[in-house]
């Protein structure tokens, strides 16, 4: 039951850009919190007096070279008696302010890769935790220790309240809990990436994950209770002063409120991702989402927004669209909806949904206990009855249909997964015993998916299609020659024939393609280097360095190339020092772009990949710093040396080098807008995860499936939808 005052909204904070990625409560001034956000800044917010009851910005800090991911407040000292605030960032790393100061008092560098979760404890110490699977703790502006032993990113970090007891917890779906920089015990039970970490006490702890659930554990490692409510990814969660309460935000649109033991209460936002929340000093919950915006919400009525700026929050939240492939509305089939009168009859459950037919139109409802009503949160767009190639991720997996079950009126609602390829009486059998249901359900349930999948088949593939580079006929195994192409078809990117350019190691043409399902992935692995061949002499004497564009070409000839990449060492790393300084930001974009051509054209002959590999995080950290130019030639060289090295790096179990290749093209599509670029960096990204499971996991921890989701739907040109369909496939 709810509480006789449910939260509701304060205030909505404006000022952010982009997604706001972290939330603090601050120790001063009194009553402010720090957020921070993918526009690279974090903000300082302290309540006014004015009516609206809203927040004040008091300054705004900046320092980070990209995305700020996460912020902490380091407790007061006698140095800095208002304490300081920490912050990390996707350059690798953690600024540490003054409240009153723009710019960083000092950075912290060490993390090689992004740093997504911070935490403080006593006497100035801070626990990060990074994509680079380490957690490292800092004191004094130094790392005086890095935890080692997670095998995939640590997504959160948490100090507990007895010195020296820490605990990480990691996409590789574990919690380790360090003392004294050892690891004295792993937690296992989250199916899937553990992404948030929530003190209670000396003694116990909250966890969530991408798998939907929120555990309560004993530190001596058992857990003690599991919370379901969550529809989607839980990003975050932030506990009550009681020890007892807590809330969490989603990808499911939500902030849930628990009390209790139970979700006492269900707020949805306008926003698809809600990525953090923290408890505020009075007890109201500030939230920060993927629309920019700070909301907060009070359960004191005096601090509760006015009814004109609630009713405004309301009409923008009915005005959403849902699609019903998010999973958490069930199928919908338009002509079995009921109507408007639908909704006179009362919920029984905190944020239960109703969706209901009004014209050509399908509404979705949730029940507020605490108001009594069906309040309006969306639109729903799209149905069972229309094709889609949109996978609906159900505890951290991709699956056609997610159902929602209701075994008996009133109880807990239950999901039941199903892909088209499935066996529905399989897939039923495998829900009752799961869900410790009676067998006599099982002609019921699997009745239940045929009757709502119907004309749901898996898309084969047209007998002939264009070869995404070239335009000509492909090879699809099995096939024989492709319609329009002869035996050797066209290298995608150089245009020189080949026969086997897209061959797995130690097989025929796309080995083990059959069990994969991908017998028409032309895309990748991609192991061949790639290269820069055409030349316009009349431009090459318009250039500074005219002798640069000619030396990318004759890199690629095989005496060439192992004269100046390995006839002498020194003479190897001297040429590429000197290509990355040419590709230094404040250099000339001309000579940029010729850099990093000629860096591609290396990757032509052994020597010159044997160079660049062993001077990889050299040549890849230069050239992510080219990542914000807004240059078309400069991103497409760009991606293309992030693909060379994916090929070279393929079936490789160097995992550090395969993180900076899928950190370097995730950093690059976030302002890419070259569709050549795009879809190069999108087989760099599909060719490192290729028959590999760790760099498969390696890049759902690094949020790649939701990143590249968008271009699923790019159709010009179509080998970009295509591509990314493919590598989403091989990330399920």
């Known amino acids: 039951m709810a509480s006789p005052n449910s939260y509701k909204l304060s205030c909505s904070i404006p000022g952010h850009e982009m997604d706001v990625r972290g939330l603090s409560a601050a120790f001063f001034p009194d009553g402010a919190f720090v957020s921070v956000s993918r526009d690279r800044t974090g903000r300082v917010w302290v309540p006014n007096s004015s009516p609206d009851r809203g927040f004040t910005e008091m300054h705004c800090m900046t320092g980070h070279q990209n995305f700020v991911s996460c912020v902490c407040i380091i407790a007061p000292s006698d140095t800095y008696p208002r304490g300081l605030i920490a912050t990390g960032g996707n350059d690798h790393n953690i600024c540490v302010f003054t409240l009153d100061q723009p710019q960083p008092l000092f950075t912290l560098k060490g993390h090689k890769n992004t740093v997504c979760t911070l935490s403080s404890g006593k006497f100035g110490t801070l626990l990060s935790g990074s994509w680079d699977t380490t957690a490292k703790i800092w004191l004094n502006e130094k790392c005086m220790m890095t935890l080692q032993g997670h095998t995939a990113a640590v997504w959160a970090v948490v100090i507990l309240p007895e010195q020296g007891l820490m605990l990480s917890g990691s996409a590789d779906k574990t919690i380790k809990l360090w003392k004294a920089g050892h690891c004295e015990k792993t937690f296992t039970g989250h199916e899937d990436c553990v992404r948030g970490l929530a003190v209670v006490s000396d003694l116990e702890f909250f966890s969530c ?57 269900t ?71 009921p109507g408007r009168d639908h909704l006179d009859e009362p919920g029984n459950r905190e944020g239960q949904t109703r969706l209901i037919k009004e014209g050509q139109k399908v509404e979705a409802y949730q029940w507020s206990v605490a108001d009594s009503r069906w309040m309006k949160i969306g639109d729903v767009v799209g149905g069972s009855n229309q094709q889609t190639s949109k996978k609906v991720n159900y505890e951290g997996k991709e699956y056609d249909f997610v159902f929602t079950i209701d075994i008996n009126e009133g109880g807990p609602s239950m999901k039941l997964p199903y892909n088209v390829t499935d066996d529905p009486w399989l897939t039923a059998h495998n829900f009752l015993q799961k869900n410790e249901l009676s067998p006599m359900f099982l002609d019921q349930v699997a009745n239940f998916i045929i009757e709502n999948t119907k004309g749901h088949t898996l898309g084969a593939a047209p007998p002939s299609a264009a070869d995404p580079f070239t335009g000509t006929g492909r090879y699809i195994p099995g096939s024989g020659t492709p319609t329009g192409a002869p035996v050797g078809a066209a290298d995608p990117f150089t245009g020189v024939t080949f026969a086997c350019l897209l061959l797995f190691p ?12 991908t017998s028409t992935n032309i895309y990748f692995p991609k192991t061949d ?14 250039i500074v360095f005219p002798v640069l564009d000619i030396l990318r070409l004759a890199v690629r000839h095989p005496q060439v190339n192992e004269s100046l990449c390995g006839g002498d060492a020194d003479n190897g790393v001297a040429l590429c020092n000197h290509l990355l300084s040419l590709m230094k930001p404040q250099a000339r974009p001309a000579n940029q772009m010729l850099a990093l051509r000629t860096l591609c054209n290396c990757f032509s002959g052994w020597r010159g990949r044997a160079l660049l590999l062993a001077q990889r995080e050299a040549v890849l950290s230069h050239a992510a710093d080219l990542c914000s130019v807004c240059n078309k030639n400069i991103h497409i060289a760009l991606a293309t040396l992030v693909l060379n090295y994916a090929g070279s790096l393929h079936g490789q179990p160097d995992l550090e ?44 921890s690094l949020g790649v499936t939701s990143q590249i989701a968008k271009y699923t739907s790019v159709t010009d040109p179509a080998k970009v939808g295509e591509c990314c369909q493919l590598v989403l496939k091989e990330l399920q």
């Open 657 to 700: 080098a395969k993180a900076q290749c899928l950190s370097v093209a995730s950093a690059a599509l976030e302002s890419v807008q070259d569709k050549e670029a795009v879809f190069r960096l999108l087989v760099a990204l599909g060719t490192t995860v290729a028959s590999d499971q760790t760099a498969q996991d390696l890049a759902k």
């Open 529 to 542: 280097g790639v290269t820069f061949e055409q030349a316009n002499a009349t431009q090459i004497m318009d």
């Open 267 to 337: 707020i949805r936002l306008p926003a698809q991702s809600v990525w953090c929340c923290c408890i505020l000093p009075n007890g109201d919950i500030a939230v920060g989402a993927s629309d920019g915006l700070i909301r907060v919400f009070t359960e004191v009525e005096d601090r509760m927004a006015s009814p004109q700026d609630l009713q405004a929050f309301e009409d923008e939240l009915s005005k959403t669209t849902i699609d019903p492939k998010t999973g958490d509305l069930g199928d919908i089939k338009m002509e079995d909806l």
């Open 209 to 265: 994950s991408n798998d939907t659930s929120i555990r309560r554990w004993l530190v001596t490692g058992e857990c003690v209770q599991v919370y379901y409510s969550h529809t989607n990814y839980i990003y975050s969660l932030a506990v009550f002063p009681n020890g007892q309460d807590f809330v969490s935000t989603g990808e499911d649109r939500t902030l849930r409120i628990w009390k209790q033991g139970e979700c006492q209460q």
């Open 506 to 517: 130690g097989g025929g043409a796309y080995s083990s393609a059959a069990s994969r399902q």
